[in-house]
């Protein structure tokens, strides 16, 4: 049973740093492309950042480019998302997304509020 669990989400103050999460059983990251998305108030669900197999290239979207950045660890089965100088506009409910053959599995998100 495939299971993705994010953790680390939380309030953070415009300009701060935040790193989420996602803690993945029943699967091996080395055969699947892992993603994270996001949807904010009011918005559909987008992707933010994706990093692919074999080889590991990273993926960004426009709005996210040289702020936040994925990574995963083999060992650990997770994937993470460093978030840098974090605007206002990046408060939403981020998910984490597994991705082989066409099917996708989603974690159950957690919230990201940028306010002062």
């Known amino acids: 049973q495939v299971q993705l669990m994010e953790s680390g989400g939380g309030l953070v103050q415009p300009g701060g740093s935040l790193r989420v999460s996602c803690a993945a059983s029943g699967l091996a990251l080395s055969n699947y492309v892992m993603s994270w998305y996001r949807q904010g108030p009011g918005k559909e669900r987008e992707l933010v950042a994706s990093?692919?197999?074999?080889?590991?290239?990273?993926n960004y979207a426009e709005s996210v480019k040289d702020r936040f950045t994925i990574s995963r660890d083999f060992a650990g089965n997770t994937v993470s998302l460093q978030m840098n100088s974090l605007k206002p506009e990046d408060t939403a409910v981020y998910y984490c997304?597994?991705?082989?053959?066409?099917?996708?599995?989603w974690g159950q998100g957690t919230q990201v509020t940028v306010s002062s």
């Open positions: 997304s597994a991705t082989r053959w066409g099917r996708n599995y």
């Open positions: 990093i692919t197999i074999p080889g590991g290239r990273t």
